[in-house]
């Protein structure tokens, strides 16, 4: 059964020439798989941080938070497609 349940937005920032070069293409918008498993290991970490903190007075703060191995969780490149603008 589920304890705790927490949901948290992280924005990245990404250098402009790195943009272009390497994620931007024409229709669609591709992370690296490498990348992409960065971000995810990142995110997680800052969300268990948050966690951690949140709990910090209560008895669940004892607790051991279970680490989420997101090299299972990203197998290829991350593709998001562009939507089409309309005139």
């Known amino acids: ?5 927490i949901e948290s937005a992280v924005q990245f920032s990404v250098d402009q020439e790195c943009f272009v070069k390497v994620i931007e293409q024409k229709h669609a918008w591709v992370l690296p798989k490498e990348f992409a498993i960065h971000i995810a290991m990142t995110t997680v970490s800052i969300t268990r941080g948050i966690l ?10 004892n607790y051991p938070i279970p680490v989420i191995n997101v090299l299972d969780q990203v197998n290829n490149d991350i593709v998001i497609q562009k939507s089409k603008v309309e005139n």
Request: charged share 35%.
């Open 52 to 61: 951690h903190e949140k709990t910090r007075k209560s008895v669940l703060n």
């Open 1 to 5: 059964s589920q304890l705790l349940k």
